[in-house]
RNA sequence: GGGUGUGUAGCUCAGCCGGUAGAGCAGCGGCCUUUUAAGCCGUUGGUCGAAGGUUCGAUUCCUUCCACACUCACCA
């Protein structure tokens, strides 16, 4: 007694941890294998409620987590959850017997167990499993936050999202909402390869790790190769690399893009994040505009939801999705005629809206801040925009009218926010060394987020590559949009976080 | 980077005008064979995010720092 029972009594975390690594001991002494290898299920904790009236009476064998106990001296109730949900155990002396029975007494909330018995519904009538036999499959020595439901309110619920971003299998645990959140995801994933595979595109796979970075404005993780003793660039697209495969000959490629960008993180934006990019041979951006608009119209048809609601705003992706070139928007929205449009009249208009800008900006630089910041939050129903200045668009062919200011490149906008970037793709190799040596001017003279002049891929353009069209999705806003979410976190199992300090 | 807010027990939270901390759940010891936020009796558990400062005295006031959230900027 005395010195060491004195300390289990203490409750810090680290009491109970020591107190639970005695149970398992104290489990051990009793006959009973806490971590044991396999234990046979027949039925889900959902089949077993489903299935109920075939199953009464019958024998079945569940296995979960321990979520809830209820002891009431020689019996009890208990809860588990498996992937599906949770069925109630009810646990008496006399059916599983005095061992176990006193083995089950040392169990905590957390422990996994599986158990064979009846199924009956109580008193109650909530559909229960009357255990024959209790068996330990993972003792539990981490002290799971508790969180108590009662008539659907949810009391102490772990709310912190630190430690739910941090340590997101407890959430997972006690959060159910939040496994729907990713098993969605998963089928958005699934209806994206559906499609694409059903249109006879081929999934790729190209380099993440690159000498050169390109394909997006932005600045990269840097890393390095210790036997090739060189500096390697984590994507930040994969766009360059799929082209390569277009000029290659396959004329329908995409791939799921993990990509990399060394830059700020917000509620849109994660440091590492999943891209759909897909190219298509002898099509234009018309062309994938009409894709792009089948394809979510696939996503929502394949998780039954034609219409959803995202931020207040009421969605029906069975409707067609508006089309509006920058000068329709610009006329409708600032007054502003972009034919004649210029920096000193982008300036002067600014002055006259108290708006700030740099009087160092060109005029697709102009115009893109403006679109930002006056147009863009008013694109609330899916709206195709087309038709972006050449200076911020180095990869895409200028417009076929010979407007050459522009290019035929398309951003597709929902909600205030965008979620698709595409263009015709520039093929033209001149034309396009040209490009990308002033954005490697404007990287020289400090722009970090302006692009690389890649010779490899200016060599695969010279070798041909056909007329393409070219689409980028960002999935995770995809993923936000379907699953009701405001944050890129709530759709990342594991969103980027400053790394914990254990002390 | 700026602004706002938060940080107290394993979890969820109180803590007034400064006097070194409370509750519920969890834990621990009991009672209880149809409970379900089970109940009842008893009980442990805290470097009050960190460091300074003011003060006789700081969880409380001030400063700095750290972490997180929201937000703005930057950024797809």
């Avoid at 994969?238 to 799921?256: C, S, T």
């Avoid at 029906?316 to 329709?328: G, H, I, L, V």
Wanted: proline share 4%; hydrophobic share 40%.
């Amino acid at each position: 007694m005395d010195e060491q029972q004195a300390q289990e009594k203490h409750s810090t975390l680290e009491q109970i941890l020591a107190q639970r690594k005695e149970k398992i001991a104290k489990i051990r002494e009793m006959g009973f294998e806490p971590y044991p290898y396999a234990f046979e299920i027949t039925h889900k904790s959902k089949a077993v409620t489903e299935d109920f009236a075939e199953l009464e009476g019958k024998s079945v064998s569940v296995a979960g987590r321990l979520m809830t106990i209820r002891r009431m001296g020689k019996a009890a109730f208990a809860h588990i959850q498996d992937t599906e949900g949770r069925i109630q155990l009810y646990l008496s002396k006399n059916d599983i017997g005095d061992n176990a029975y006193a083995m089950f007494a040392l169990l905590d909330i957390g422990d996994i167990v599986g158990v064979r018995g009846q199924v009956m519904k109580t008193r109650t009538g909530e559909i229960t499993v009357k255990a024959d036999e209790l068996t330990l499959l993972s003792k539990n020595i981490r002290p799971l936050p508790i969180v108590k439901e009662k008539d659907g309110v949810v009391y102490d619920a772990f709310a912190d999202k630190e430690l739910r971003y941090r340590h997101r299998y407890l959430d997972l645990i006690v959060n159910p909402e939040v496994k729907d959140v990713f098993i969605k995801r998963a089928a958005i994933l699934r209806a994206t390869r559906e499609f694409f595979d059903s249109r006879d595109y081929l999934e790729v796979e190209t380099p993440i790790l690159q000498p050169l970075y390109g394909g997006a404005n932005a600045r990269p993780f840097i890393t390095h190769h210790n036997s090739l003793d060189t500096d390697l660039y984590l994507r930040i697209a994969d766009e360059l690399y799929l082209k390569r495969l277009i000029v290659g000959g396959f004329d329908k490629v995409y791939e799921f893009s993990r990509n990399f960008r060394n830059e700020g993180m917000d509620r849109n934006h994660n440091p590492e994040f999943t891209a759909i990019e897909f190219y298509e041979a002898y099509v234009d951006y018309f062309y994938m505009m009409d894709l792009v608009e089948n394809y979510f119209r696939s996503i929502a048809e394949a998780l039954g939801t034609p219409q959803i609601e995202y931020q207040g705003e009421s969605i029906d992706f069975s409707k067609p999705f508006a089309r509006r070139t920058m000068a329709d928007l610009f006329r409708e929205y600032l007054d502003i005629d972009l034919a004649v449009a210029d920096e000193k009249s982008f300036a002067a208009w600014a002055d006259k809206r108290a708006f700030e800008y740099d009087p160092k900006w060109n005029y697709g630089q102009f115009l893109d801040k403006l679109f930002d910041e006056f147009i863009e939050p008013k694109l609330q129903q899916p709206t195709f925009v087309l038709d972006y200045p050449k200076a911020i668009s180095p990869l895409a062919k200028v417009r076929r009218d010979g407007d050459t200011r522009f290019v035929e490149r398309f951003e597709l906008f929902i909600c205030g926010a965008e979620y698709v970037n595409a263009f015709s793709e520039l093929n033209d190799p001149l034309d396009q060394r040209e490009r990308l040596e002033s954005q490697d001017r404007l990287r020289a003279l400090g722009d970090e987020e302006a692009q690389t002049l890649d010779e490899d891929f200016i060599r695969a353009i010279e070798t041909g590559m056909p007329p393409t069209g070219g689409v980028g999705i960002g999935l995770d806003r995809v993923i936000m949009l379907f699953t009701g979410q405001n944050s890129i976190k709530d759709v990342l199992l594991f969103p980027a976080m400053r790394p914990e300090k254990l002390s």
